[in-house]
């Protein structure tokens, strides 16, 4: 396993993190349990979690199963959704932050959480009243690091400025979703996460399983999985050349003996400023597949023809302005400046 520094922290974390959606929600706490222990003798360090996931059972399930071995993990969690009929029981103002991070801590039952996440974006509430809250969250002691998820790369980068203007704690990290099939952060998020020294942690590297080999190219649906549940499967977000993707992912698998997940987690691992993937799994057997994401190298030939038939179309200014270094270096006689 990896070990890879979160942005410009002096924080290590592993480069496969394990997600923990799937506890309390096809997941029992025994299972649960088996999959943490296969993750540690993985070399995983790395768990993540949300309030929100399975009635905040994962939360629990997680606290449980971590006991005796607090100080080996890295625990992220996150707030935003409901949690109760409450109008105030939502979103990122000082009120519900100060009220869901003592219930989270509650329930993991630790006296810190790691890494801090906003879950999603809350445009009903001022950024700085947020931001203030999360530092003074960190002055208490209650979380090391903060970070967000879903945020556009205008508000990342109003965070940031504030956080440096006022002296504030600033994001070390940023999750978003990125995979094979799903790769809009490149041109505008992943270039901010460079620039301002943020370890991008990503969430649905397989495409809600997608990329596991369960399905072939033109299907969307499976038995027993996710999209047939109608449950994190996010397909509305597959780009248009998804299934080109999936069907040379499926052929260099074949071709590697290695799995399409361990392929698809490898692959998004070795993406410019990725710190860590999060994979889940809700059997044992589904977890020792995913962490075998971790600890080797895609050939270079291989890595590059998944570069060149999953890549999107660059959009504008981009696609206006990609050359212009040219432009910039040329020399040109103008006869008007004779």
């Known amino acids: 396993m990896e070990y890879r520094r979160l942005g410009r922290t002096g924080l290590k974390v592993s480069e496969i993190c394990l997600g923990t959606m799937t506890f309390g929600h096809g997941t029992d706490e025994k299972e649960a349990a088996s999959i943490v222990d296969l993750a540690f003798d993985a070399g995983v360090n790395f768990f993540d979690t949300a309030n929100s996931y399975a009635d905040s059972a994962s939360e629990t399930i997680l606290g449980n199963v971590l006991k005796g071995r607090r100080r080996n993990a890295v625990v992220a969690t996150k707030f935003f959704n409901p949690m109760g009929p409450d109008v105030n029981s939502s979103g990122t103002s000082r009120f519900h932050i100060m009220h869901t991070v003592e219930e989270s801590l509650r329930r993991l039952q630790m006296d810190y959480i790691d890494i801090l996440y906003i879950h999603h974006v809350d445009s009903q509430t001022p950024l700085d009243e947020t931001l203030r809250a999360l530092d003074d969250l960190v002055r ?136 860590s993937a999060i994979v889940g799994a809700r059997t044992i057997e589904q977890a020792r597949d995913n962490l075998q994401a971790g600890g080797w190298t895609l050939p270079v030939e291989v890595r590059g023809q998944l570069n060149d038939v999953s890549h999107l179309p660059d959009r504008y200014p981009k696609s206006m302005e990609f050359n212009m270094h040219e432009r910039r270096d040329s020399a040109a006689r103008m006869p008007s400046l004779d």
């Not at 940023?174 to 370890?199: N, T």
Request: hydrophobic share 40%; glycine share 8%; net charge negative.
């Open 140 to 275: 208490q002691g209650k979380a090391r690091y903060t970070a967000c998820s879903n945020f556009e790369a205008w508000r990342l980068m109003e965070a940031m400025w504030l956080s440096d203007h006022n002296g504030w704690e600033r994001f070390a990290a940023y999750q978003p979703q990125y995979s094979l099939v799903v790769r809009d952060i490149e041109q505008e998020i992943i270039p901010v996460c460079q620039l301002k020294g943020i370890g991008v942690v990503v969430w649905s590297p397989l495409g809600g399983g997608f990329l596991t080999g369960k399905y072939r190219p033109g299907e969307r649906t499976h038995s027993g999985a996710r999209s047939e549940e109608g449950w994190a499967f996010p397909q509305n977000y597959f780009a248009a050349n998804a299934d080109q993707a999936l069907a040379t992912l499926l052929e260099v698998a074949s071709d590697l003996g290695r799995t399409p997940a361990q392929i698809a987690t490898r692959w998004v691992l070795e993406q410019p400023a990725i710190t």
